[in-house]
């Protein structure tokens, strides 16, 4: 493995600062969302029963971008090779802006519906330009294919991935585990890796930190949901830096971090455009929904996504450590998921053991 850059002892101290940051900020903004009553009201598709503030992903970017990018700006001088910025120049800043863009329009859209079709538009548009930000092999999904290939299904994954990250927004704490996980895989696989993958993805520990401060209010029973505010435009960064894991040539890693809520999500649309639900419905049939349903606590299933999430950690990093092993570490990794998505559906019909 290269040898690390120096600049890089400061991601665990940033990533350590963005705990108690957000932990205070988001206790502020909870107050401002009761005031201006951004409130989540309770009904027949919800899992929770107090009407509850929605929008406190706005605390979490809010200090992690800003430490993004500050980490960006020392690396990108000092370190030469850090980054390799697409076809815009723009690099990680053009991600992180994007990614405010996204943020914006999904706190109007918390605070009044935009629809469907705007909503979906202006993440296409993010993504496509985002596409130009990243590294050139995304285009090729690390070479694999040719980019008139690669570059729509490296949109259209992008897209899909930013919608689950909304799915998966359900219940207590599990996105704020879903990305503390993510933050802390993408950045080791990013080092593993090497070469301009560090650069790119160590920020990630940065999400990490931000999202464990979070968790100090998002834990069960939550005071504050993420809210389209938080949960876009995390699932937009994120999906971003997995994709610079694909340039590099590591395809097989960058779906094996995400594939808890990948399984989850894609599986219950599936189903659910067979039945012929409309996909944008509201509903409670994930199968983190249905375990809540049949007696498990929202923390109990949290903590069951954080310990798949933990192997899926490891097996990441195998596959990017020994790729002659990679499509090994991806079949236990598929065993590891699909094991806890029978054990949820289990729970959900009333057979998975003691309720708590």
């Not at 605070?111 to 050139?136: D, F, I, S, W």
């Amino acid at each position: 493995m290269e040898t690390l850059p120096f600049s890089l002892l400061a991601v665990p101290l940033l990533a350590a600062l963005a705990v108690p940051l957000t932990a205070r900020a988001t206790g502020r903004l909870i107050r401002v969302l009761h005031a201006r009553q951004v409130i989540d009201t309770p009904n027949a598709r919800s899992s929770h029963d107090q009407p509850t503030p929605r929008g406190g992903g706005l605390a979490l970017l809010a200090v992690a971008l800003p430490l993004m990018a500050g980490l960006f700006a020392l690396l990108g001088p000092f370190e030469a090779g850090a980054f390799e910025a697409g076809a815009f120049g723009a690099g990680p800043y053009g991600l992180l802006a994007l990614a405010v863009g996204l943020m914006g329009v999904s706190f109007a859209d918390d605070v009044r519906p935009l629809g469907a079709g705007p909503r979906l538009l202006v993440q296409a548009a993010a993504v496509g330009l985002g596409l130009l930000c990243l590294p050139a092999g995304v285009l090729t999904l690390g070479g694999l294919v040719p980019a008139v290939v690669g570059a729509p299904l490296a949109a259209l994954g992008w897209v899909w991935f930013i919608n689950l990250y909304n799915f998966m927004d359900g219940i207590d704490g599990l996105a704020g585990v879903e990305t503390a996980s993510l933050g802390v895989g993408v950045a080791f696989a990013g080092v593993l890796a090497g070469g301009a993958a560090v650069g790119w993805t160590a920020p990630g520990l940065i999400l990490a930190g931000a999202a464990a401060g979070f968790l100090r209010w998002n834990w069960h029973p939550a005071r504050v949901f993420l809210g389209d505010a938080g949960s876009v435009p995390l699932g937009f960064v994120l999906g971003g830096l997995l994709l610079v894991l694909v340039a590099q040539g590591h395809l097989l890693a960058a779906l094996i971090l995400p594939a808890t809520h990948v399984a989850d999500a894609t599986w219950t649309l599936c189903r659910r455009l067979i039945q012929g639900h409309r996909p944008w419905q509201a509903h409670r049939e994930h199968f983190y929904q249905r375990a809540v349903q049949g007696g498990w606590s929202h923390d109990r299933v949290a903590r069951a996504f954080a310990g798949v999430n933990l192997a899926l950690m490891g097996l990441a990093a195998g596959a990017v450590a020994w790729p002659g092993l990679a499509p090994g570490a991806l079949v236990l990794a598929a065993g590891s998921v699909i094991a806890l998505l029978i054990r949820l559906a289990r729970v959900g019909r009333g057979d998975g053991g003691p309720r708590a």
